[in-house]
């Protein structure tokens, strides 16, 4: 049976691998975001979509939480 995590306990909690280079790449589009946005004659709407979809790629992979294994393995 899963169980079921609080959200502190999915915050603090250890984070899977492939989630944690997710969230590097996230953090990544943000700060590529906000950099455009200093540069004059590049439209306000791309570092706007850059920063939004770079954050909340970082945010919903910090909620990812790792399996342990289970109690209910085979034994050989």
Not at 21 to 47: E, H, N, R
């Amino acid at each position: 049976m899963e169980k079921k995590y609080s959200f502190l306990e999915r915050l603090t909690s250890d984070t899977p691998a492939f989630f944690k280079k997710a969230q590097i790449f996230g953090i990544g589009l943000a700060t590529l975001g906000g950099s455009l946005a200093t540069v004059p004659g590049i439209p306000a709407k791309i570092p706007t979509i850059l920063i939004s979809v770079g954050t909340s790629i970082a945010a919903i992979a910090q909620f990812a939480v790792k399996q342990s294994e289970s109690d209910n393995s085979p034994k050989q």
